[in-house]
């Protein structure tokens, strides 16, 4: 299928960054603005080459990762989407292309390059932006990226990008302090001593966030009279009547329209029941409570989703293609595809144990509702489930919590073995 569209190449060696005024100009007025503040830990007289790996909630992220790593040149890992109709701009402020979720030894290669060139290798190692503001999974794949590489590893994590503009509603909330910290992790010399496993759990826990916690700890007020708008796109199951896609948002307000329970979303991120019990006024334990239900729907082999869906697809960065409609279907043997572009029939599948997490969308591009973005390595795949009886957190939480029950089956089978 597009046997004729010419595909992204992956493959050009990234360049070094070149106009780093431009980069500087259009990171500098942000950092600004949120009255930024970068706290620098272990990173007194290191000097690039490094590999940073940032957290990831919003654009600004790009932008504060520029100002800590001034005045030196950086290579940033971007996804294909970012690059659309502005190819050549990006590649001139040094990014590097990836299709989310997939493993390419091309991308290893290209960051070695800029490790060997002495620049600094930006990674955002959760691939997505985070849906309520905490870490998103990791991959097991960054521990031996680290080791190979020999080179200092340095974290960046951001505070209030998240609670400034979430994914679910991206209107600026014009907070001031937001807040990262840059951290030398791990030495050279450290790297070569530690096994991948350790070096893994060194990542976890300092890549450990809370926007919401780091707000109310900050007393960080946010008056946005709309700022619970969009809220019922991650929180899709009511606690009360445990009815799933019947919430709604307006104004300050969560609310189920099966039960009709409200819940007030404070100046302080937290949830209040306008009447009776607040079941969760942190809205990241309502999250990992939608968590927990899914991941009983997989054990007991109750979890299936299916729909007609809307498939567009974007071999390169000139824009998407409209492939017209299509199915999809995910349970316990993963995502498949299934579709017809101009009389010839397609599928695309990706097994369980291929996805540890998937890339999914809200609203995207104002255009046509939530998405699921599935990936192989010459293509993306923008999936749009029709009709209203879905939610696309949920798919999300499914894949990671599917890729969680092999994983554990695995490791069992093996301790057996
Ligand atoms: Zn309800």
């Known amino acids: 299928m597009l046997d004729d569209v010419k595909r992204f ?74 690059f659309l109709k502005r190819e050549w701009l990006l590649r001139a402020v040094g990014c590097i292309c990836k299709r989310k979720f997939t493993n390419d030894i091309v991308l290893i290669k290209q960051l070695k390059y800029v490790i060997d060139r002495g620049d600094i290798a930006v990674v955002y190692p959760e691939a997505r932006y985070s849906l309520c503001g905490t870490t998103a999974v990791l991959p097991e794949s960054l521990g031996k990226l680290a080791k190979l590489f020999k080179v200092p590893v340095v974290t960046l994590i951001c505070h209030g990008h998240h609670i400034n503009s979430p994914l679910w509603n991206l209107t600026d909330r014009k907070l001031k302090g937001t807040q990262a910290t840059m951290k030398q992790i791990l030495t050279a010399d450290e790297l070569k001593t530690k096994s991948v496993e350790e070096i893994n759990e060194i990542l976890r826990n300092e890549f450990y966030y809370d926007d919401f916690a780091w707000q109310k700890e900050n007393g960080i007020i946010i008056n946005f009279p709309k700022r619970a708008e969009g809220l019922h796109k991650v929180l899709y199951q009511c606690p009360k009547c445990k009815a799933e896609y019947k919430m709604s948002s307006k104004g300050e307000i969560l609310r189920c329209d099966a039960c009709g329970k409200e819940w007030e979303m404070t100046e302080l991120g937290e949830l209040k029941a306008t009447k009776g019990k607040t079941e969760f006024s942190h809205i990241p334990d309502w999250y990992e409570w939608e968590r927990k239900n899914v991941r009983r729907e997989i054990n007991d082999g109750k979890y299936y989703f299916h729909s007609a869906v809307r498939v567009d697809s974007l071999p390169n960065a000139d824009g998407y293609i409209d492939l017209g409609k299509g199915t999809l279907t995910h349970d316990k043997n993963g995502f498949l595809l299934e579709g017809e572009y101009k009389g010839e029939k397609y599928v695309v599948e990706k097994p369980v144990a291929s996805l540890y997490s998937c890339h999914i969308e809200y609203e995207y591009l104002g255009k046509f509702g939530d998405c699921v973005d599935l990936n192989t390595n010459t293509d993306t795949y923008y999936i749009y489930p029709e009709g209203k009886d879905f939610s696309v957190t949920k798919i999300a939480l499914a894949t990671e919590e599917l890729y969680n029950a092999e994983m554990e089956r695995k490791k069992q089978a093996d301790e057996k073995n």
Request: proline residues 7%; contains cysteine; aromatic residues 10%.
């Open 9 to 82: 190449d992956m493959s050009k060696r990234s360049k070094r960054q070149r106009l780093l005024p431009l980069a500087w100009a259009l990171s500098y007025p942000d950092i600004i603005k949120h009255k930024n503040k970068i706290t620098k830990v272990n990173m007194k007289g290191l000097k690039p080459p490094y590999l940073l790996l940032c957290n990831h909630n919003a654009f600004m992220d790009f932008k504060v990762a520029t100002a800590a790593v001034f005045p030196h040149r950086a290579n940033y890992v971007v996804a294909i989407d970012g």
